[in-house]
């Protein structure tokens, strides 16, 4: 049977390749490095695009343990950018192109008894014949080996991937696996074993089935086996099952045995909605970019599943889309875990080159679905470059490739042109026209009727995939009026997706702010289209999404405002917006109660409306006494936020997302850092600087002294590789202030789960 050992650790590293080295490298004058790993850590902003563009080398001394000698060894390469040659001892083993998809490699034949030598150079320009290059593109790539590398163990046969294909009526699926096997000898025939579990590892259902399997690559499909009684998989109630599949000759040894998740449901797009298990949901949802500060996209695991519960768990968004390449394993296992709908998306961004590139994008199809078809919170297949122009042949070609390996789900493709060729089975738009000259004053018109966009004389399936974004950036630090602006500018939008009844919903532009190339961005290679910042730090527009949350389950007022006097026009704090899902608000000000605030009925179709407070009783030459807004629900007062006429720096606020960590293989998790008043408001004027101290277990990612954004930072730490359990810390300065150093402490042990060579 295979087994699977990370090979995260033990690299070399040098910025630079010399063809003369895969043969015999200097040893000396290479760095020591783990992986994930980018191949230069940017400044938080005001680098240059091209400091990443570099062709560079990885090189390895690979033994293969007396437990796996004379076993066949497959190395596993989970992304790497964007274009890599493998050399093992010195002989050409394969080369990958495309920076976002899984690649395997079989080294049997190349290995030798004692010590290997693996060698990788990895080309990180921007090469036009690997999408998503060949023009402008409005976000960085970075470069490296940014994901994880496993070497596989195997016997002669195994199973390269199980695609677990079912059909599902009521809670009674009829289940038909694929079985995609690697035979490096000769054909045979197996009985196959079959067994469900549920999330607690009780088995719910086992059955057998019979296979031949050739020499080379094979893919038997199962014969269709009920399975009643199911637990169907729900944005509330993500429910999951194991699947173990074995496959065992007739003399009854084992050839190989995998075990892999999923959950059961439907999807159905129709021309008036999106349905899961056959019951209308409205699709609300952010657009989300997988890079970081300093970094890019060489972050582990963890902080890639934690953006996946920030946008379910603090954002309260129902969908994700993964613009514009295939994402992260660990993001895509945890949507399925919290419940978040996933519109997955090959790369590209508008341009399509030649055949050659072609030929990568459609392999990027493949692979997309192969190694994600298991995931049930994907629900759509985007197989388009994403905002290109037509091109028939090519995209009929795509949609075909994708219809030949997954018929369960629809397929899709990023438009921002009208009368587009609808070659897939929903027509995806990005819509901007609440920011298009005609209506730049009046914004009468916030979302297009599909058929205006598609120019077709019936309605079909239809998802907005884009809004807002880069037609309203907004900085950390940009002032109140602006930061509402963009506030109000997505409440509009769903505002309109809720009312509307001739699509299934809208997914905005964007999550988080992101680098980018010149082209775009500020001016300081930063794109900040986001409703939180790079640090995943919320502006006011991720109030609009966050408040949407049944009070039931979460109550939440958040105050589009300062509330200070001179921070808008006319030296008023009124008006302002407060994104709740209370019933209302009462504000207190120039020391009185000025009245009650309800849901405003400018967003009436919201589940729940933003207030807008508009009722300013003072003068410019008023007293100002500071004031208090509270929130009421059910007729009681729940939440109540005081903000000071004299509000002045007090303390740092310090969050962590996770304190036990493991450290057998890099493990990270996110801090924050953010200046505060005496009553525990924000300052995002204070132009602070922190100073970051860690244990010599741990590593800060990026610079250790920082100044703020906005009045906060955040930034990641990552643990070294030390396999066994420790206690580490973090601590906080704030230069130049009185206030007491902050200090974190972390549990650092071993993970279970991983096994390193």
Not at 601 to 608: A, D, F, K, Q
Not at 625 to 637: A, F, L, P, S, V
């Amino acid at each position: 049977m295979q087994e699977r050992l990370s090979l995260n650790l033990g690299w070399l590293f040098k910025p630079s390749f010399d063809q003369g080295e895969i043969s015999a490298p200097a040893w000396d004058t290479y760095q020591p490095i783990t992986i994930p790993h980018t191949v230069k850590e940017l400044s938080y902003n005001c680098f240059s695009h091209d400091e990443t563009a570099m062709v560079s080398s990885y090189v390895r001394k690979f033994t293969v343990p007396e437990t796996y000698r004379g076993k066949r060894v497959i190395l596993e390469f989970l992304g790497v950018m964007a274009r890599y040659q493998l050399y093992v001892n010195g002989e050409f083993a394969s080369e990958h192109r495309g920076g976002y998809s899984r690649s395997r490699v079989d080294i049997t034949g190349l290995l030798h008894e004692g010590e290997n030598t693996l060698f990788l150079m990895v080309d990180s320009t921007e090469d036009r014949q690997i999408p998503p290059f060949g023009y402008t593109i409005d976000y960085m790539c970075f470069g490296g080996i940014y994901r994880d590398v496993n070497v596989i163990f195997t016997e002669s046969a195994y199973i390269s991937d199980v695609l677990l294909r079912y059909d599902l009526e009521g809670t009674t699926a009829q289940l038909y696996p694929e079985i995609q096997l690697d035979n490096a000898a000769e054909a045979f025939w197996a009985r196959v074993e079959v067994e469900i579990q549920d999330p607690e590892g009780n088995c719910v259902h086992r059955y057998e089935n019979q296979a031949d399997f050739p020499a080379g690559f094979s893919n038997p499909i199962l014969d269709k086996h009920p399975v009643a009684g199911l637990t169907l998989w729900e944005l509330d109630r993500p429910y999951l099952y194991s699947v173990t599949v074995n496959v065992i000759r007739e003399d009854g040894t084992t050839v190989d045995r995998v075990t892999a998740r999923t959950g059961f449901r439907t999807v159905l797009c129709k021309p008036d909605g999106f349905y899961l298990n056959g019951k209308k949901r409205k699709l609300v949802g952010l657009d989300r970019h997988q890079s970081y500060p300093y970094v890019g996209y060489a972050m582990p695991e963890r902080a890639q599943k934690r953006d996946a519960d920030i946008l379910k768990s603090y954002l309260h968004v129902n969908t994700v889309r993964t613009s514009h390449y295939l994402q992260s394993e660990g993001f895509l296992s945890r949507c399925d875990e919290v419940g978040l709908l996933v519109f997955s998306e090959i790369p590209g961004w508008g341009y399509i080159g030649d055949e050659k590139f072609k030929e990568v994008s459609h392999q990027d199809i493949r692979d997309m679905i192969t190694t994600q078809y298991n995931h049930p919170s994907i629900f759509i297949w985007s197989i388009r470059i994403n905002e290109s122009g037509d091109d028939d042949e090519f995209y009929a070609k795509s949609n075909e490739i994708a219809h030949s390996l997954d018929r369960s789900r629809p397929t899709t493709g990023v438009r921002c042109i009208k009368n587009s060729h609808l070659l897939e089975d929903v027509y995806s738009f990005n819509d901007f026209i609440h920011w298009t000259r005609e209506y730049k004053h009046y914004r009468e018109l916030v979302l297009q009727n599909q058929q205006s966009v598609t120019g077709l004389p019936y309605k079909v399936p239809y998802l907005v995939t884009e809004y807002c974004g880069h037609i309203y950036p907004v900085k950390p630090f940009d002032g109140e009026e602006r930061q509402l602006r963009q506030a109000q500018v997505h409440a509009r939008v769903q505002n309109a997706n809720y009312a509307r009844n001739d699509a299934m919903g809208a997914i905005g532009w964007c999550a988080f702010d992101y680098q980018t190339h010149g082209d775009y961005g500020s001016g300081d290679k930063i794109c900040y289209h986001g409703v939180m910042d790079i640090f995943r730090m919320p502006k006011y527009a991720a109030y609009v999404y966050r408040s949407q949350v049944d009070p039931e389950q979460e109550l939440v007022m958040e105050p589009c405002t300062l509330f200070a006097r001179g921070e808008n026009d006319d030296n008023k704090p009124i008006p302002f917006m407060v994104c709740t899902n209370c019933d209302y608000v009462e504000v207190e000000c120039y020391g009185k109660n000025i009245g009650r605030f309800f849901p405003s009925l400018v967003y009436s179709s919201l589940p729940h409306p933003p207030i807008m407070v508009d009722n300013d009783p003072g003068t410019w030459v008023d007293l100002w006494q500071g004031g208090t807004i509270i929130g009421y629900y059910q007729g009681k007062e729940v939440l109540r936020r005081t903000y000071s006429r004299d509000a002045y720096l007090k303390d740092l606020k310090v969050t962590v997302d996770d304190t036990q960590l493991h450290n057998t293989v890099p493990d990270a998790t996110r801090v924050t850092a953010a200046f505060v008043d005496q009553l525990g408001n924000p300052l995002p004027y204070y132009n602070g600087v922190v100073c970051i101290e860690t244990s010599d277990n741990l590593d800060v990612m990026g610079p250790r002294t920082v100044a703020v954004v906005g009045g906060h930072i955040g930034f990641w730490v990552q643990t070294k590789p030390i396999c066994r359990k420790e206690a580490g810390y973090v601590k906080i300065r704030a230069i130049n202030t009185d206030i007491p150093e902050k200090r974190i402490d972390f549990t650092l042990c071993p993970d279970d789960q991983v096994r390193v060579l």
